[in-house]
């Protein structure tokens, strides 16, 4: 522990990279399924190398035709691979998104305890409600579900999901063969849930897990998702493209913490950053335009309005966004869009030259020295808690990070030089509530 705030640090890792041209400057031997999975399983060897927080892995139950033409398409099962993660880890925390609009309760609790029991309180799930309205259809559904509609069934989802955590108390295993005693019947507690959405009657089939229950992470930016993040998540990803911004929305986080009865510096606001690193700035220069040198324009545009939830039919690319592409739901990154179109008056091909990472995100190009100052700034002012890294290609953008800014931080006084919990939720909690509030 240090007087200083403590840049908590995760890491975003799919794929090659998450630059859509990295798999194109790869080794053609990494573009194998086999091998994607070995790519992010280094990668989380190497995050914890760098004594991360944790590994983040997105999901979207489904998939747009399009973009495998463009960059593969690894749709692997995250909870498959934290498992598989628990055994090659020893202490950095293991984050895999699942939807509440297409999961059920009490199976992906029992999936996420094993989890937890496996890698001995690692375990983390990122809580979404799922923009993608093509997922519907793979789940039976004849429609998907409105944005509000998706976040009142989050609600309660994760009011029931935690329920099932707590069914079981911390001393509910005696294991006592003597008495012929394994469990008191007396600490477990079916949940005899019945809401709105769900009816869930049992306990769960597992024992509470080495910290109580999984993190709760949660990405979404709306007033809704707001709202879900100051009353459940443990740390909150974001897409922020300034200090200003990134204070202001984690005020917003903390104040609806506040609301919710909750102490505000237990939500951790890790907004991502997408970045190349060199040796020098040159070198990096280098590196982003080899990178976006690759780039489709035809993939770009049609990516981001994917992204944003637009209709791309109804997008004229060389002429500026307007309210016409918005056919469904409006999310953040839609009025991002919108905004940056009205401020900038740039056609939709400019905004998606511009924007390589999500909407309104953060990216970077520089030294490590740079980075290390950006985080530093963002962090000792209050803009943020820490980041979310999201290395433009694997493995060496994660190597660069690991190997030359986490020691600049650690001799700043940010970064731990060791673990000192055992589980993701004491990796959150390692750290100081004097951070400063600029602009509060």
């Known amino acids: 522990m240090t007087d200083e705030p403590q840049a908590h640090l995760t890491a975003f890792l799919a794929g090659i990279g998450y630059h859509e041209s990295a798999w194109k400057l790869a080794d053609p031997a990494q573009l194998t399924p086999a091998a994607g999975v070995a790519t992010l399983i280094a990668g989380a060897q190497t995050a914890e190398r760098g004594l991360f927080d944790a590994a983040f892995f997105a999901d979207s139950p489904g998939l747009e035709p399009f973009r495998a033409q463009y960059f593969p398409q690894l749709g692997f099962d995250p909870l498959g691979l934290l498992a598989a993660l628990a055994t090659v880890t020893s202490r950095i925390g293991l984050i895999a998104t699942a939807s509440t609009t297409y999961c059920a309760p009490y199976d992906l609790a029992r999936r996420l305890s094993t989890i937890d029991h496996l890698s001995g309180g690692r375990a983390g799930w990122n809580i979404v409600t799922t923009r993608y309205a093509g997922a519907a259809g793979n789940f039976g559904f004849a429609a998907h579900p409105p944005h509000d509609e998706r976040y009142v069934r989050a609600e309660e989802f994760v009011d029931v999901i935690t329920r099932l955590f707590d069914s079981w108390d911390e001393d509910a295993v005696v294991a ?11 600490g477990i507690r079916p949940v005899d849930f019945h809401g709105r959405f769900f009816d869930v009657a049992g306990a769960l089939a597992l024992p509470r897990s080495p910290q109580g229950r999984p993190a709760y992470a949660q990405a979404g930016s709306s007033g809704p998702g707001v709202e879900l993040a100051g009353h459940r998540a443990d740390l909150v990803f974001t897409a922020q493209s300034s200090p200003e911004a990134s204070r202001a929305f984690r005020r917003q986080v903390r104040d609806a913490a506040v609301r919710h009865g909750r102490n505000p510096s237990d939500v951790l606001v890790l907004p991502g950053v997408a970045y190349v690193l060199g040796s020098t700035e040159a070198e990096a220069e280098a590196t982003r335009a080899a990178l976006e040198g690759a780039v489709d324009p035809e993939f770009r545009w049609r990516n981001l309005a994917h992204n944003a939830s637009l209709d791309f039919s109804r997008i004229d690319p060389d002429r500026p966004l307007t309210e016409d592409a918005v056919t469904g739901d409006r999310t953040s990154r839609t009025d991002e869009l919108l905004a940056r179109t009205r401020d900038t008056g740039r056609t939709f091909l400019q905004l998606a030259e511009e924007l390589t990472g999500l909407p309104g995100g953060l990216e970077f190009t520089g030294t490590p020295d740079q980075l290390a100052d950006l985080i530093e700034t963002w962090v000792t002012t209050g803009a943020s ?44 909690r390692d750290t100081t509530d004097e951070v400063a509030e600029v602009a509060a």
């Open 176 to 186: 006592d063969p003597a008495a012929g005693v394994w469990a008191r019947q007396d």
């Open 385 to 428: 808690d820490g980041f979310t890294v999201q290395p433009t290609t694997l493995p060496d953008s994660l190597d660069r990070f690991v190997d030359h800014v986490v020691p600049l931080l650690q001799a700043r006084g940010l970064h731990r030089r060791e673990y000192t919990a055992t589980t993701l939720r004491g990796h959150l």
